[in-house]
């Protein structure tokens, strides 16, 4: 079942073009993750689905309706997004941020029901933060920080939620503290998950869908077994992989690579060559 899909979608700043007629289709109560090198057009795709920057042309349709004719509480009652670097205020609590995933079913003063306390209170179990319920947000570890704002998405009762590097900044345990829950969203609560990842095997892992993207184009789209292989990872980061085995889930996984001879592709914002979007961690 397809609830989410973009058609022929552009997306630009001014008069450059960093998506170009893009189509692909969000498979429902699965783990999407989108690879790709730097500059390529991940976090741009991720913003025009969720509608934080507009598309130049094209359509993101949900649940048969182009969203840009949605409000934007019906939307966000539908599709939650955590960015790269999400920030806070100053001392603020973690329960107070979590119960800001509540704005879009609050009417008149925006005082929250009882209702809005059961939610809060369940997404801070569910995520292990209840703990910290009232601590300041900026006491607390990096996994911990990003556990409570994946706690404040699944407080606006959203199906489908997107992250963008959720693993940024994170060591490699908390790294898989995060990626482990919203494993557990996916498979306990059918949460679509739909996030970004520079580590290769980490989206092999985690992912039962893959899209790779390269230039603003999708290179290869679909399972692991379809993406993870030597020719389309060559083609996406300039890379000689050698593929391998995970032992524990017999997905395929980079377990060595070479940079390929020749010129490297670079982003034009900051200059990074392709490669430094690949890490291997297992």
């Not at 598309?55 to 840009?68: A, E, K, T």
């Not at 409570?148 to 699944?154: N, P, R, S, Y």
């Not at 593929?243 to 034009?268: V, W």
């Amino acid at each position: 079942m397809v609830r989410l899909y973009t058609e022929n979608l552009e997306i630009g700043y001014g008069e450059r073009l960093i998506v170009k007629d893009l189509s692909v289709k969000i498979p429902d109560k699965k783990i999407t993750t989108i690879i790709g090198s730097n500059g390529c057009g991940k976090s741009t795709l991720l913003k025009a689905i969720t509608r934080i920057i507009p598309n130049q042309s094209g359509s993101v349709v949900l649940d048969g309706v182009n969203i840009s004719k949605e409000s934007t509480k019906i939307l966000a009652r539908k599709m939650a997004i955590l960015p790269q670097t999400p920030e806070s205020a100053s001392g603020l609590t973690v329960g107070e941020l979590v119960s800001y995933g509540r704005f879009p079913y609050q009417k008149g003063f925006g005082r929250l029901t009882q209702k809005d306390y059961d939610v809060i209170d369940w997404a801070l179990e569910v995520t292990g933060t209840k703990d910290f319920k009232f601590r300041p947000v900026d006491a607390l570890s990096g996994g911990q920080r990003q556990r409570v704002w994946i706690a404040m998405a699944l407080a606006q009762e959203t199906e489908i939620i997107f992250l963008d590097e959720p693993t940024t900044y994170l060591d490699m345990a908390h790294q898989l503290e995060v990626l482990e829950l919203l494993q557990r969203l996916n498979v306990e609560q059918e949460r679509t998950i739909v996030m970004v990842l520079h580590d290769l095997n980490q989206a092999a892992r985690f992912a039962d869908y893959i899209i790779a993207l390269k230039d603003g184009e999708i290179v290869k789209a679909g399972d692991c077994e379809e993406v993870i292989t030597h020719e389309v990872l060559k083609e996406v980061f300039h890379i000689d992989a050698v593929i391998g085995r995970d032992q524990r889930t017999n997905k395929p996984m980079c377990s060595t690579y070479n940079l390929l001879k020749g010129d490297l592709t670079t982003n034009e914002k900051d200059n990074d060559p392709v490669y430094s979007a690949v890490s291997v961690n297992y």
